[in-house]
C-alpha cells in the first residue's frame, strides 16, 4: 500500500458525461501528479501540482481540468466524456516538487459507453 | 523522439535466476533522474529503484539494482533470484525537464516479465 488513496476504482459513464476522480495524496507529500495509462498512449503525464498550485502540464486535454485543495487532495475533472478517454488515470504524489520518487495510487479505471 | 525505449515487450525467465530489462533513454540534460516501476495484473504502480544522473555508484534495493551506464544513455533493471511474484510489467521512466520545472516522469512503453516456475 503506497498511502495514496484514489475513489472510485472504478466508473463507467456514457459519452458527453462528466465525472470527477479523486486523489488523496500521501501524508506529508506536497506534490500530485495526475497520469492516464491507455493501450494506444501508454502511460502518459497529464498535471503536476505542487501545495495548492500548478506546477507543471504535460498532454492535458482542454477538456480535463484538475486542481488542489488546501488539505492538498486532489480532483481530475473530465468532461464532453469521449470513447477514447476510457483508460486507468492514476494519482500519484511526493514530498517535494522538483523531484524525488513518485508513489502511486491502485487508480480509477474509466469506461466511456 | 521517443525519450525512453524498452526494446523487450516481454520476456521469460526461469524461476530463482536472474533477469535483465533493458532501458534506454534520451536527454540532453546534465541533471535527470531514472525510475523503475512494477505494474502487477493487479493494475497498481510499485515504485522500484531510483538513479539519479550525478550517483557515483549503481542503485540497488534488496533483489533489485540498476546498472547505470551514462556514456551508453542505458538503465537497465537487474531482478536477482527471480520469484514467481515477479511477473508483472515493468516500466523504465525519466524525470527531465531542461527548465528544471516540475517532477513529471516520461515512462516506457514497458516489458512483460514471465517467471516460469
Known amino acids: 500500500d503506497s498511502g495514496v488513496t484514489q475513489t472510485p476504482k472504478h466508473l463507467i459513464t456514457a459519452t458527453g458525461q462528466r465525472v470527477t476522480l479523486r486523489c488523496s495524496p500521501r501524508s506529508g507529500d506536497l506534490s500530485v501528479y495526475w497520469y492516464q495509462q491507455s493501450l494506444d498512449q501508454g502511460l502518459q503525464f497529464l498535471i503536476q501540482y505542487y501545495n495548492g498550485e500548478e506546477r507543471a502540464k504535460g498532454n492535458i486535454l482542454e477538456r480535463f481540468s484538475a486542481q488542489q485543495f488546501p488539505d492538498l487532495h486532489s480532483e481530475l475533472n473530465l468532461s464532453s466524456l469521449e470513447l477514447g478517454d476510457s483508460a486507468l488515470y492514476f494519482c500519484?504524489?511526493?514530498?517535494?516538487?522538483?523531484?524525488?520518487?513518485?508513489?502511486f495510487g491502485p487508480g480509477t479505471r474509466l469506461t466511456v459507453l | 523522439a521517443q525519450k525512453i525505449t524498452q526494446t523487450q515487450p516481454g520476456m521469460f525467465v526461469q524461476e530463482k535466476e536472474a533477469v535483465t530489462l533493458d532501458c534506454t533513454y534520451d536527454?540532453?540534460?546534465?541533471?535527470?533522474?531514472l525510475f523503475w516501476y512494477k505494474q502487477p495484473s493487479s493494475g497498481e504502480m510499485i515504485f522500484l529503484i531510483y538513479?539519479?544522473?550525478?550517483?557515483?555508484q549503481n542503485a540497488t534495493e534488496g533483489r533489485y539494482s540498476l546498472n547505470f551506464q551514462k556514456a551508453r544513455k542505458s538503465a537497465n533493471l537487474v531482478i536477482s533470484a527471480s520469484q514467481l511474484g515477479d511477473s508483472a510489467m515493468y516500466f523504465c521512466?525519466?524525470?527531465?525537464?531542461?527548465?528544471?520545472?516540475?517532477?513529471?516522469?516520461?515512462f516506457g512503453g514497458g516489458t512483460r516479465l514471465m517467471v516460469k516456475p
Open positions: 500519484a504524489s511526493s514530498v517535494g516538487g522538483d523531484r524525488g520518487e513518485q508513489f
Open positions: 536527454t540532453s540534460d546534465p541533471s535527470y533522474g
Open positions: 521512466a525519466m524525470r527531465d525537464l531542461p527548465n528544471n520545472a516540475g517532477n513529471m516522469l516520461t
Open positions: 538513479q539519479g544522473s550525478y550517483d557515483q
